[in-house]
């Protein structure tokens, strides 16, 4: 299997998940799970992702659909579709997972991985973050993680805009 291969293998739909969650369950691996919409990938993301890894033995990202990220960020977003954004944060070493979510929230998909650790970056306060009561009623963590300063795909855009 050659690089690309193993990269789109860490691809799974809502459906085809469960079977790796099952198999790391058996090992009692820790899970640990995030979200969002990772439109242009930065190294602000990718800190943020390395360190919620290193929360766990095993990182799953909720990846909004195209539709999502349309209702959530604007008529101009995403700037680069899902199979794109998808196969970038596959192809992240410290990534083991990437599922793709058409909701606004990922209430469903977080209750399908029932994760171990349930993260979010630092611009949320716990209770705020979709999922926290879930995981916390199987004694599972809900944390969060500094976001790097000036760091951001909003800021990115503007600044392509700025210079345009």
Known sequence: MGHLDYAKAKIHTFDSFPNQRHIWRFLEEKVVFTNGCFDLLHTGHVTYLAMARDLGKHLVVGLNSDDSVKRLKGENR???????????LAS??????????????PAKLI???????LVKGGDYAIKEIVGHELV??????VTTIDLVPGKSTTGLIERMNDNG
């Open 92 to 105: 992240l070493t410290f990534v083991d997972a990437v599922i793709p979510f058409e909701d606004d929230t």
């Open 111 to 117: 209750d399908m991985v029932r994760p171990d650790v």
């Open 136 to 141: 916390q009623s199987y004694d599972g963590t």
């Open 78 to 88: 995403p700037v680069n579709g899902l199979e794109d954004r998808a196969l970038a």
